[in-house]
Every structure is written in structure tokens, then in C-alpha cells.
């Protein structure tokens, strides 16, 4: 799919929780009949009153995490790795195997960084690592002694600040909350996109064209080397912003008057 072949015209569209602010051309759904809702519907009910595959678009209200977040970064800021969390527990995958799988694939990449930019890379790890058994610290250690480490111990908000670059390691809510906050974004993992649902896969695919998702650690490696000295000339440029608001408009919406929305929201549920 590309951006210029979406028929927007014939899509299904549910907003849910559209209040009294239901988006044009949309089907509403909200729990009173004070609101402008196509469907009266607690949306706290399942299951919904719509059969399956039957909607092509839902509009989610917005981020709640990210009211009054500053989205300022670093234009000359280092480059930022944002590290898994892998859990150990019985599984019906060989969690051994996927972990060791994993760690090459980090390695690989920062292998493949030029020296200027390693010297300004920041290894994050997850602020779980302590309670797995996989030593994480000791194998960053033992195999890159001069990157910086950084243990969980530091906010992840103040760390993005102080980076040009967020490189992500797993598809998360970290990818949409960057993403959102219009921050410099990059992000490659294991397994492709099977993960995903077929509907999804082409909003992902969208971030493949532009960039911002890799499909490999030396991919990624060169992708950034390219462009490290004008990060912001690629962010910022057309074709990698169209993307970034098409994604962004499915799974990570933005409002500009968040806190009033949210105050709407909630003063309608004490008044029914």
C-alpha cells in the first residue's frame, strides 16, 4: 500500500470516544446519548456491537502519557539505544536461544557504527535487567568496554533529550511515543513484522520506505553513518513526515488541547 492509493472516501471510520467532537464523516461511538454518537455503547462492554473485520479505521482520543511532555532533543546530541527487556520464564520459545540471538544482533550493529559515532552512543539498558540472568552489563562490557552503559538508573525522558537519534530494539509504546513527539526515530527488530495483524503491516511497511524501521543491524548501522551529520535534513524532510503523521493518525494521536479533551471526557462521566 502506498500513501497515494487509500480510497478515503470509502472508509469505515469508528471514533471511539468521540464525545461531543466526533470526527467528520465518522461513526461515533461513546456511552451517552448527550454526546454526538452514531452508537450508544459503554465502551468498558465487550464485546463491541460491530462484527468482525467490519471497520476499516478506529481513532483512538490520544497519548495520555504524553500531556505536557517536552519534546526538545539534542541536535548534536549522541545516539541513544533503547535495549529489550528479556524475560526468562517457561515459554514455547527457547528464550536461550532468542536471547543470544538478540544480543548478536545488538553487537552486529554497533560493530558496523563508525568510531565517531560509537564514541557517542548510549547502551540503555532495561531498568528489568538486574532480575534476569543474563548479565547483560558484563557481555556490553566485555565485548565494547568504551560505550557508555547506562543501567536504568536515569530517566528515559532525559536521556532522549541529550541524544540526536533514538534507536529502538522491539516494536513498543517507546516507538509511538517518540514517533508522536516528532523525535528523531529509528527502530529494527527480530522477526520481521509476523507479529503484526495484516492490517497493520502496511502503516509499518510506510515506516520501511522512509527509514525509520530497518531490517537489519548493519542496515540500520549505514542508514545512520549516512546521515548522522543532518539527522534533523532526514527527519524533517517530507516524505519522512507525511509518513511519521499517517502512522502517528492510526496508533499514536496527538491533541493539541489534550488536557481539555481529557477534562470533557471525565466531567461527562461524573455527570452520568
Known amino acids: 500500500m502506498t500513501i497515494t492509493n487509500i480510497n478515503r472516501s470509502t472508509l469505515k471510520?469508528?471514533?471511539?470516544g468521540c464525545g461531543k467532537k466526533k470526527r467528520p464523516g465518522s461513526i461515533g461511538v461513546d456511552f451517552s446519548d448527550r454526546h454526538h454518537a452514531d452508537v450508544i455503547h459503554d465502551l468498558n462492554v465487550f464485546p463491541y456491537p460491530f462484527e468482525n473485520d467490519s471497520i476499516d479505521k478506529n481513532i483512538?482520543?490520544?497519548?495520555?502519557k504524553l500531556i505536557n511532555?517536552?519534546?526538545?532533543i539534542s541536535p548534536f546530541g549522541g545516539l541513544l539505544l533503547i535495549e529489550l527487556h528479556s524475560p526468562h520464564r517457561l515459554d514455547i520459545n527457547d528464550t536461550y536461544k532468542e536471547f543470544e540471538f538478540y544480543q548478536d544482533q545488538q553487537f552486529e550493529f554497533v560493530e558496523?557504527?563508525?568510531e565517531n559515532i560509537k564514541k557517542d552512543l548510549t547502551i540503555r539498558l532495561h531498568s528489568a535487567w538486574q532480575r534476569m540472568p543474563w548479565f547483560e552489563d558484563k557481555r556490553?562490557?566485555?565485548r565494547f568496554p568504551k560505550v557508555y552503559l547506562e543501567k536504568g538508573n536515569s530517566?528515559?525522558?532525559?536521556?532522549?533529550?541529550?541524544?540526536?537519534?533514538v534507536v529502538h530494539l522491539y516494536d513498543s509504546t517507546g516507538i509511538l511515543e517518540t514517533l508522536s513527539l516528532n523525535i528523531p526515530t529509528i527502530c529494527f527488530w527480530h522477526g520481521d513484522l509476523t507479529h503484526l495483524t495484516p492490517k497493520a503491516k502496511p502503516f509499518y511497511n510506510l515506516l520501511r520506505n522512509v527509514g525509520i524501521l530497518a531490517d537489519s543491524p548493519k542496515q540500520v548501522a549505514k542508514f545512520i553513518a549516512l546521515h548522522w551529520d543532518n539527522i534533523d535534513g532526514w527527519w524533517k524532510s517530507e516524505s519522512v513526515q507525511i509518513v511519521r503523521r499517517i502512522f502517528c493518525e492510526q496508533y499514536a494521536?496527538?491533541?493539541k488541547k489534550s488536557l481539555r479533551d481529557l477534562k470533557l471526557a471525565l466531567t461527562s462521566q461524573?455527570?452520568?
Not at 471510520?13 to 471511539?16: E, G, N, P, T, W
Not at 483512538?60 to 495520555?64: D, L, V
Not at 530517566?155 to 537519534?165: C, E, H
Open 13 to 16: 471510520v469508528l471514533d471511539l
Open 60 to 64: 483512538p482520543m490520544f497519548i495520555f
Open 69 to 72: 511532555e517536552n519534546k526538545y
Open 112 to 114: 558496523f557504527l563508525p
Open 140 to 142: 556490553w562490557v566485555d
Open 155 to 165: 530517566s528515559i525522558w532525559a536521556l532522549i533529550k541529550k541524544n540526536r537519534l
Open 253 to 255: 494521536r496527538v491533541e
Open 270 to 272: 461524573v455527570k452520568n
